[in-house]
Each structure stands twice: as structure tokens, then as C-alpha cells.
């Protein structure tokens, strides 16, 4: 799996600190931590690719900032966010699509 996949219209986006991601992570999973993703004025070029329809899983540790940036994606126009929760749901999610 890949961090995004134009022909999958997937993105699974960790969104906790760089030193925590490094630590343990989703396989393919894109790092951007919420602080700088919700930043007014900033926008992270990967995002700038990503068709607003693409799905996007957003996970941190426990499901409070991935819920923060779920609908802060939802008010930038991207139509399907869907809020992971966690590394340990988000590997369920996908086990379960294959």
C-alpha cells in the first residue's frame, strides 16, 4: 500500500508528531501532523494533489486530532474523510478490505 494512490483514491494520513510516526505506523501511511496540516495559510503540497474526492483515513493515537483534522478537510472541500482513529484501526480497516 502506498501513502497515496491516485488510481486507488487513497490517502491514509497520520497525523500525529514526526518522532511518534517514525516509532510505529500504518504501512504507506503519509506523516503530516495536525498542528501544520491545520495551520491557516499552509497547505502541504501532497494535498495540493489530492482530488477532493479521494478517500482519506485520518488516524493519530486515540482519535481526538484525527476527528480535528477530519473536519477541517470536510470545511476545505474534501468530500471523504473518514476519521481512523487509531494505527490499530485503521490495519483493521484494510485487513477487511482485501
Not at 517514525?22 to 501544520?36: L, M, Y
Not at 474526492?53 to 484525527?66: A, F, H, M, P
Amino acid at each position: 500500500m502506498v501513502a497515496y494512490d491516485k488510481s486507488m483514491k487513497l490517502l491514509i494520513l497520520d497525523v500525529r508528531q514526526p518522532a511518534v510516526f517514525e516509532r510505529d505506523h500504518v504501512e504507506g501511511a503519509k506523516n503530516i501532523p495536525a498542528e501544520e496540516l491545520m495551520t491557516v495559510g499552509l497547505q502541504p503540497t501532497l494535498l495540493d494533489e489530492v482530488d477532493k474526492n479521494t478517500r482519506i483515513i485520518v488516524y493519530c493515537d486515540v482519535g481526538k486530532l484525527s476527528g480535528e483534522v477530519q473536519e477541517f478537510l470536510t470545511q476545505q472541500g474534501y468530500k471523504n474523510v473518514i476519521n481512523g482513529v487509531s494505527r490499530q484501526h485503521v490495519e483493521e480497516f484494510i485487513k477487511q478490505k482485501q
